[in-house]
């Protein structure tokens, strides 16, 4: 063996190391004792922990120390867990510190991260590797069997722990947003944890806590709302998920101020809270990426839905009235703006593009919220009554749209299932008015018999 080889083998080892060490100071939440000390820099002049490692090594680990050093304070404020957290900051600076490759400089391409795979090879900035952030995305559960695990490291040494630990600790830090930058770090990077997340049968140990910092997302950062969107976006891509947060039933959620909540599933409570995630950002922060993430993780979810919710789907059907008013006032100021003569044409020009952008824009997410009901009636009608109910309760919000060109395939399923549902009602003799248990009673009863005969079947966004 070379000597690069084996200074390659020994960085990699102690890269593993301290990832792993680090890891477990989270999940373990250890006290620094009283009389213990290792310091990173001796105060005797001999060397410290990180120089006693070597040179080479030494070299990569101080650089982000400084950065550390800066963001973390001396308070002994929450000091049984200081350790814990310091050692979470130390991690997520080395896992996302990346250096630029120099013009000049040649190095092998397996060691080269682009950091844009949409952009042409010779234009997009190209970085060297990050050991550290390798070292977490090769991470194994130390469930695997040793052999297993040793045979896959063809790169070196493998970072073990307890995945089970690991996904308990996150669930209960997760209302620190470095923890929740560590979970996106390992749901993004780490097919083995992600994996490992998705079979749980207790999702909400994570998502409760997601859910309920979206639900005050008044107090968050556009930036902290989007790392969460994106971590239920990556979750909400698999049909396991999607299936298993409709059958976990939670008992309540004691956060939720609007109104008692008890027993909905928690995939009822997902689309709840991403709807008024939805409108929140309609008010105040006005992210047309927000509103996509957040309508493509109910697009996600939309053909799995089960028993969703009489407030859920209530919440659906109200989201595509409220976006479908903004669009009729933004298609009426279009036209009296055309019609209009200004005396600045430049003027008009550019405020009847910006009307033109916003309008296509409600185009779009209109057309998303009917995807989302087309997919729940098309492939979950008869497990979802209360979103048969909702429809048929407000199907005068979709009359405007029957016959507009952007719209009207989208609608011909709904009215498909309008016309089924409106017969039944119409062939049903009844004395007095129609109540809403008398409704969902005949709703249930031609759920057992809908065959779907008329509908047409769309690709799953």
Same mark, same amino acid.
């Given at each position: 063996m070379?000597i690069?080889?084996l200074?390659r083998l020994?960085?990699s080892?102690?890269?593993a190391?301290v990832v792993?060490? /680090?890891?477990?100071?989270?999940?373990r939440?250890?006290q620094?004792p009283s009389?213990?000390?290792?310091?990173v820099?001796s +105060?005797d002049?001999?060397?410290g922990?990180?120089q006693?490692?070597?040179?080479?090594?030494a070299?990569?680990?101080?650089?982000?120390?400084?950065t550390f050093?800066? @963001?973390?304070?001396a308070?002994?404020?929450?000091?049984t867990?200081?350790?814990?957290?310091n050692?979470?900051l130390?991690?997520l600076?080395?896992i996302?510190?990346?250096?630029?490759? *120099?013009m000049?400089?040649?190095?092998?391409? +397996?060691?080269?991260y =682009?950091?844009?795979s949409?952009?042409?090879?010779?234009?997009?900035?190209?970085?060297? #590797?990050?050991p550290?952030?390798?070292?977490?995305n090769?991470?194994? +559960?130390i469930?695997?069997?040793?052999?297993?695990? #040793?045979?896959n490291?063809?790169?070196?040494?493998v970072?073990r722990l307890?995945?089970?630990?690991?996904?308990d600790?996150?669930g209960?830090c997760?209302?620190? #947003?470095?923890?929740?930058?560590?979970l996106?770090?390992?749901?993004?990077?780490?097919?083995? @944890?992600?994996?490992?997340?998705l079979?749980?049968?207790?999702l909400?140990? &994570?998502l =409760? %806590?997601?859910?309920?910092m979206?639900?005050?997302?008044?107090?968050?950062t556009?930036?902290?709302i989007? =790392?969460l &969107?994106i971590?239920l976006l990556?979750l909400s891509?698999?049909s396991?998920?999607?299936?298993s947060v409709?059958?976990?039933?939670?008992p309540s959620v004691?956060w939720y101020?609007?109104?008692l !909540?008890?027993?909905?599933?928690?995939g009822?409570?997902m689309?709840v809270?991403?709807?008024?995630?939805?409108?929140?950002?309609?008010s105040?922060?006005?992210?047309?990426?927000l509103h996509t993430?957040?309508?493509?993780?109910?697009a996600? !979810?939309?053909?799995?839905?089960?028993?969703l919710?009489a407030?859920?789907?209530?919440? /659906?059907v109200?989201?595509?009235? =409220?976006?479908s008013?903004?669009?009729?006032?933004?298609?009426?100021?279009k036209?009296?703006?055309? /019609?209009?003569v200004t005396s600045?044409q430049m003027?008009?020009?550019i405020?009847s593009?910006?009307?033109?952008?916003?309008l296509?824009i409600?185009? +779009?997410?209109l057309?998303?919220?009917?995807e989302?009901?087309?997919?729940?009636?098309t492939?979950?009608?008869?497990?979802n %009554?209360e979103?048969?109910y909702?429809?048929l309760?407000?199907?005068?919000v979709?009359?405007?749209?029957?016959?507009?060109p952007?719209?009207?395939?989208?609608?011909?399923n709904?009215y498909?299932?309008?016309d089924f549902?409106?017969?039944?009602?119409d !062939?049903?003799q009844?004395?007095g008015?129609?109540s809403?248990?008398?409704?969902?009673?005949?709703?249930n009863?031609n759920?057992? *018999?809908?065959?779907?005969?008329? !509908?047409?079947?769309r /690709?799953v966004?």
């Open positions: 070379c690069h080889s200074m020994c960085f080892s102690i890269v190391s792993q060490k /680090l890891l477990l100071n989270f999940v939440r250890p620094i009389n213990g000390s290792h310091p820099f +105060d002049g001999g060397p922990v990180l006693r490692v070597g040179s080479a090594a070299n990569f680990v101080l650089l982000p120390y400084y050093n800066y @963001f973390v304070s308070s002994a404020e929450g000091a867990s200081q350790l814990a957290d050692s979470l130390v991690l600076i080395l996302h510190y990346r250096k630029c490759i *120099s000049n400089e040649s190095i092998p391409t +397996d060691s080269v =682009m950091s844009d949409n952009t042409n090879v010779k234009d997009a900035p190209a970085f060297h #590797e990050n550290y952030c390798k070292a977490l090769n991470a194994k +559960d469930q695997f069997d040793h052999a297993d695990v #040793e045979g490291a063809q790169n070196g040494p970072v307890s995945f089970a630990s690991l996904f600790a996150l209960t997760l209302k620190d #947003e470095s923890s929740v930058l560590l996106y770090s390992l749901v993004h990077g780490n097919c083995d @944890f992600q994996e490992y997340v079979v749980r049968t207790d909400d140990t &994570l =409760m %806590p997601i859910l309920e979206l639900y005050n997302a008044s107090r968050k556009s930036n902290q989007y =790392m &969107l971590i990556i891509q698999d396991t998920f999607n299936a409709h059958k976990l039933v939670l004691p101020q609007e109104r !909540m008890h027993q909905t599933s928690l009822s409570l689309v809270v991403l709807i008024r995630t939805i409108k929140y950002n309609l105040k922060l006005r992210d047309v990426y993430n957040c309508l493509a993780i109910l996600n !979810m939309g053909p799995h839905a089960h028993r919710s407030y859920a789907s209530q919440r /659906l109200s989201l595509f009235d =409220m976006l008013r903004k669009y009729a006032k933004l298609a009426e100021l036209n009296d703006k055309a /019609l209009k600045d003027e008009a020009d405020i593009d910006d009307t033109s952008t916003e296509h409600y185009t +779009d997410f057309r998303i919220v009917l989302i009901i087309n997919a729940i009636l492939y979950a009608l008869p497990r %009554p979103v048969v909702a429809v309760h407000r199907q005068e979709f009359q405007p749209f029957k016959n507009h952007r719209f009207n395939e989208l609608l011909e709904i498909t299932v309008l549902f409106n017969s039944r009602m !062939m049903q009844l004395d008015e129609w809403v248990d008398k409704v969902l009673e005949l709703i009863k759920c057992r *018999s809908w065959r779907g005969e008329g !509908m047409k079947v /690709l966004l």
